[in-house]
């Protein structure tokens, strides 16, 4: 492991290519060799100047990490990196089936907390579970092979619209045990 060095982008930090498909074990042993090096315990007898630095230091290892390790932040990580923004705030427009089954899904959703059916939020988070695996899947083929960032922007929006059915399921779960 290279010692710390904030001008690398996230991937060189922790000496790995940048690429979607990440090997997450030597990602988190990466991590905890950087985070032993840069931890501002390591600090606590130096001047508070050195302090301060540490727990930059600190942050910026831990949020590398965050971006890393989920998906979907690492995906917009690396299409920034190529320069491309993934519009998720000022660009909705999808894919007509995918907008149907999305409505689907949260009439579902709703339906299932009103009946108090645990078993169907079950199902319904089985099949999310399995499409937003697809969703990546056909993501780091964009990405890695195809290298078509403009492509992957869609995925990761569509990406953004299953995290938030997410939430959707786990509020009806919370809502259903009060």
Same mark, same amino acid.
Not at 30 to 58: C, G
């Given at each position: 492991?290279? #010692? ?8 060189? %930090?922790?000496?790995? &290519?940048?690429? *979607? ?6 990602? =988190? ?13 390591? !600090?606590?007898?130096?001047?508070? !100047?050195?302090?301060? %630095?540490?727990?930059?230091? !600190?942050?910026?290892?831990? &949020?590398?990490?965050? /971006?890393? +390790? #989920? ?9 920034? %990196?190529?320069?491309?923004? /993934?519009? =998720?705030? /000022? ?6 089936? *995918? ?11 709703? =339906? ?16 999310? +579970?399995?499409? /937003? ?8 083929? +964009? ?14 929006? +569509?990406?953004?619209?299953? =995290?938030?059915?997410?939430? &959707? ?10």
């Amino acid at each position: 492991m290279q #010692s710390f060095d904030a001008a690398k982008n996230h991937f060189q %930090l922790f000496g790995l &290519e940048p690429s *979607f498909k990440l090997d997450l074990t030597r990602l =988190e042993e990466a991590y905890r060799a950087l985070q032993a090096e840069v931890h501002p315990d390591k !600090s606590a007898h130096l001047a508070d !100047s050195e302090q301060r %630095l540490a727990m930059q230091r !600190s942050t910026i290892v831990n &949020e590398a990490y965050q /971006t890393l +390790k #989920s998906p979907i932040r690492r995906a917009r990580y690396l299409l920034m %990196l190529n320069g491309v923004d /993934t519009q =998720e705030e /000022t660009n909705t427009a999808m894919p007509v089936d *995918f907008l149907m089954s999305q409505m689907e899904w949260r009439e579902a959703v709703g =339906e299932a907390e009103q009946k108090r059916d645990v078993a169907a939020l079950d199902r319904l988070e089985s099949v999310m +579970k399995r499409d /937003t695996r697809l969703l990546e899947e056909l993501l780091a083929v +964009k990405i890695d092979a195809d290298r078509d960032y403009e492509g992957a922007a869609l995925l990761v929006r +569509k990406l953004r619209f299953m =995290e938030k059915l997410a939430e &959707e399921i786990g509020s009806a779960y919370d809502e259903i045990d009060n």
